[in-house]
């Protein structure tokens, strides 16, 4: 089983939508937790970390952490065609990335 | 903060020569710095980790005599690849972080694009 598992996709939504991408982890002493976004040609941006159980909102984006279920979820509201790229999960600091997880925000 | 450049941003080479790439956290110190490298529409892969004052440690597959490694510094990290070919062309990115390792995330520089004729 690998460390981190991330809903391949690709995740489709309408504009305006909420996307809902999630991650599970095996590592139950895991304590760091990072999404990151990657556009078409682009290297990847780190958009969102997460260190407690719970929400964490940063504009439309919110991160949700349930360590008891081992898993990390990235919410995006009121999806926008420029929220289009493929978004990446990280624990800790394991930085061997899978493929992540493509999104498609259609107008 | 956390400021990560890499350059140059784009190289094109001839085949048989070397091309280095360089990596430098702007406003932070980093220990540990990662390389990847990502062919079109696939996905990110780990090349190898860099540690500052230590040798690289490669993943499994990726040559080390071919993909040099430095990290002098606790700025700076290069990758060399050495007797390029076109299949090496691809895109080249870095990235590091602030200590202690893990906590903060990390920052990706803005990759540098190679190509090989």
């Known amino acids: 089983q690998k460390e981190v598992e991330q809903n391949s996709g690709p995740l489709s939504v309408p504009e305006g939508a909420i996307a809902s991408l999630n991650c599970t982890y095996s590592d139950r002493g895991s304590q760091s937790f990072f999404w990151y976004r990657q556009y078409s040609g682009k290297s990847p941006e780190l958009i969102m970390s997460?260190?407690?159980?719970g929400d964490k909102e940063d504009g439309r984006f919110t991160a949700q952490l349930n360590k008891a279920s081992q898993y990390v979820s990235l919410l995006i509201r009121d999806s926008q065609p420029s929220d289009s790229a493929t978004y990446l999960c990280a624990v800790n600091n394991d930085m061997r990335f899978g493929a992540g997880t493509r999104l498609t925000v259609k107008p | 903060g956390a400021v990560v450049s890499q350059h140059p941003s784009w190289v094109i080479c001839k085949s048989g020569t070397s091309v280095k790439i360089e990596c430098r956290s702007l406003?932070?110190?980093?220990?540990?710095m990662f390389w990847y490298r990502q062919f079109p529409k696939q996905s990110l892969m780990l090349m190898a980790t860099s540690n500052e004052g230590s040798k690289a440690t490669y993943e499994q597959g990726v040559e080390k005599d071919k993909f040099l490694i430095n990290h002098a510094s606790l700025t700076l990290s290069t990758l060399t690849v050495t007797s390029a070919h076109p299949e090496d062309s691809s895109f080249y990115i870095c990235s590091a972080t602030r200590r202690p390792t893990g906590h903060y995330g990390y920052t990706f520089g803005s990759g540098t694009r190679l190509t090989v004729v």
């Open positions: 406003d932070f110190q980093a220990t540990t």
């Open positions: 997460i260190y407690s159980n």
